[in-house]
Structure formats: structure tokens, C-alpha cells
């Protein structure tokens, strides 16, 4: 049996991104094929710590984390007939200085603007909410409707869907350049030949770049190391999410009872040896996040490191993501930049992407700060 070559949309990348978008579109009745380097999964979709949040998101994003917290979070693991493990007890954000206070009230007021429910509590309320909290903490932000949920449970169960709707998965396949024909590009050229279809989804993390370069499209993106660690399991304390103002570690505690934890040691610029594509741990990381746990949370001092992993994320210069059908290119869309917080509102951008490549604009989200015409020079 010949492999399948063409299709009404190929989607570049098999990340949350590609495989929610490709079971959106999929629902619709397209014949829909993805293209993955790696693994389904293998990138920064499942390499992060699961936070389901809209408290400290740029103001542009916040409506795609607010409508998919209410309305596709909630019954996900119905939808998906898998078990993400969405939890959603709210999200403390935590500080220990006044410049940290300085931080997070910034954050609650531009949020607050646009009508998210969050606020500024003292560090005794915080410890009321979660009373393992260390007393050097002297102020918090608290949104009780963030969250958290299982990265590789919602990663595979999106993609399960997408198979179980007809959708084509190649995967192992690396994408060198698109092509366009009378002016649309058509045509995806890999190292195993060229794949085409009039619709295509460039969703790659921060290897879209070099893609989208190369007809012509440039967005601002560059990779950045993030690494994460579980910690044995330990009795129930709390179900929160947790982030510091600082943003030296956030994270949960898993349904199993295992910390997840996400950080870096600030020095990865300097001391990362990840000049490739393996992902390999940093041995200052680990130490730098504990320590940093140890502060906010002395009772987690003698809890066990079991694992740590590491993995890319897509930093654009202004942390947001780019959303858009691109003008210059007729049946290019791109969706890239997440800059490592594109997890929770991976749900809602699948269906913005759906209504980009269906309809022309996303009608349901307003995206329209996320397009690709804001790097554009200005006359």
C-alpha cells in the first residue's frame, strides 16, 4: 500500500497543537494528515508541569485561557474518553519581597481589566489557603478557577481522537521547506519526499521558524530550555497550582501524590550543553529549583528528586503566540511562539485554528492581538 501523500490539510508538528487542531478539523469532514519530526508528543507538549492557568497571562491571551477554562476544560476527559486529570482548585502565585508584591499586583490588575476573577491576598490568607506555605511569604495572588491537568494524558488522548476520526499520522518525517504554486503554498518537501494539500497548518514549536522562512514569513522565535522534576509520592496536601512571582519553579502535586515542578536555574544561557536536539538535563537545575522550593516550602525539604527531564519551548520576543492565516501566503496558517504556556490554552486555540482554516477568522475567541502583521514594519 502506497503512503499517503495529499490531503485537504496537512499539519506540520504533532504537539497539543497539531493533534487538537487535527480532530477539530477532522469533526468537520476533512482528510486531515500530520507530519512529526519525532514522537507525538515528543516536544514541549509533554515536557511541562500541566498548568491550566489565566491568572499572569498577557491581557492579548487571556481570552483563549478564560474560555477554555470554561468551556472545553471542564468536560475534556468525557470528550476525549481520557482521564487528563484536570483539577481545578485554583492557582497561588506567590511572593516574599515587595518587588515581588510589585509583580503580581501588575499582573491582577491588567487581568483583573478583562474581567478575570483574581485578587491579591496577604501572605496569611495564602497560608489559610494552603497551610504548608512558608511564613516568609508575604503576599500572594489567588485565582480560584485555574488549574492544573496531565500533559501526556491530554497530548495522546487528542491525538487517539484525531485516529479514531480518520486522521493520518507520519511520523519520523522531517520537514525542510514549503513550497508554493501560482502563489499558494501547496507543497511540504521533507526528507522523505513531498507531501501536498491546499491547507496547510505550520504548528512545529520553535522550529516553525525556519520553516516559514522559507517562503518569505518570519516571525521573532527563538528556543528556550525549560526543565521539570517529580518528586516521590507523598500524602495528599494540596491541590492548587502554584507559581512565584519571581518565577524561579511552579507546579502541583499529581493525583498520585508526586510533585510536578517546572523551572530553570537561571543560568541555562551559560550552561547548557543542549546545542542540539537531545534533550539532557542540566545538573544545576534541579538543585537551583529545589532550593527554591525549600523556601516557599521548608516541609519539602527531605522529599526525594525521582526524575527530572528537560525539553524546548518557543520564546517570541513579545511571549505571546502567533495565531493567523498568513495574508502574503494564501493557505498558510501558522500557530507558534506559545513561549511555554501554551498548554491550558491548547484546547481553545485548536478551535481558533479551526475557524481560521474554515471560516477565514476566529469567531468565537478574539485572537486578533495574535496575528502575524504585528512584527510588520510600520509606514
Known amino acids: 500500500m502506497l503512503e499517503k501523500r495529499t490531503a485537504d490539510v496537512i499539519i506540520i508538528g504533532g504537539g497539543i497543537m497539531g493533534c487538537s487542531t487535527a480532530y477539530r478539523l477532522a469533526k468537520e469532514g476533512l482528510d486531515v494528515l500530520v507530519l512529526e519530526k519525532k514522537e507525538i508528543g515528543n516536544g514541549g507538549s509533554c515536557r511541562n508541569a500541566g498548568g491550566v492557568r489565566q491568572s499572569a497571562r498577557d491581557p492579548k491571551e487571556l481570552p483563549l485561557a478564560m474560555y477554555a477554562v470554561a468551556n472545553i476544560w471542564p468536560t475534556l476527559s468525557e470528550e476525549l474518553g481520557v482521564d487528563v486529570e484536570y483539577v481545578q482548585k485554583g492557582n497561588i502565585r506567590l511572593g516574599l519581597t515587595e518587588k515581588d508584591i510589585g509583580i503580581l499586583e501588575a499582573h491582577t490588575a491588567k487581568s483583573t481589566k478583562v474581567g478575570l476573577d483574581v485578587k491579591m491576598i496577604s501572605g496569611d490568607e495564602a497560608r489559610e489557603i494552603c497551610p504548608y506555605m512558608s511564613k516568609e511569604i508575604i503576599a500572594a495572588s489567588w485565582c480560584p478557577t485555574d488549574g492544573h491537568a496531565n500533559p501526556l494524558k491530554a497530548t495522546l488522548g487528542y491525538y487517539r481522537k484525531a485516529l479514531e476520526m480518520g486522521v493520518t499520522f507520519i511520523t519520523g518525517v522531517r520537514v525542510l521547506a514549503l513550497e508554493k504554486v501560482a502563489g499558494r503554498v501547496c507543497k511540504v518537501v521533507t526528507d522523505d519526499g513531498v507531501y501536498e494539500a491546499p491547507q496547510i497548518l505550520l504548528c512545529a514549536g520553535y522550529e516553525s ?117 498568513v495574508k502574503e501566503v494564501p493557505g498558510l496558517t501558522v500557530a507558534f511562539g506559545f513561549s511555554g504556556h501554551g498548554f491550558g490554552i491548547s484546547p481553545a486555540v485548536s478551535l481558533a485554528i479551526k475557524e481560521l482554516m474554515t471560516e477565514g477568522k476566529s469567531k468565537t475567541i478574539d485572537i486578533s492581538q495574535l496575528t502575524y502583521d504585528r512584527f510588520k514594519t510600520k509606514s
Request: negative net charge; charged residues 15%.
Open 209 to 325: 521558524r525556519a520553516i516559514a522562512n522559507t517562503v518569505g514569513v518570519d516571525v521573532p522565535v527563538e528556543r528556550q530550555f525549560n526543565e521539570v522534576l517529580v518528586t516521590e509520592a507523598m500524602p495528599k496536601m494540596f491541590d492548587i497550582m502554584l507559581g512565584v512571582a519571581g518565577g524561579e519553579f511552579y507546579g502541583h502535586q499529581s493525583e498520585h501524590g508526586s510533585f510536578v515542578l517546572g523551572g530553570n536555574s537561571g543560568l541555562q544561557a551559560f550552561t547548557s550543553n543542549n546545542a542540539g536536539e537531545n534533550f539532557v538535563t542540566n545538573p544545576l537545575t534541579a538543585p537551583s529549583i529545589s532550593r527554591g522550593i525549600m523556601r516557599y516550602f521548608p516541609c519539602l525539604k527531605d522529599v526525594k528528586v525521582v526524575r527530572t527531564w528537560s525539553g524546548w519551548y518557543d520564546q517570541c520576543i513579545d511571549v505571546l503566540p502567533v495565531i493567523d492565516n
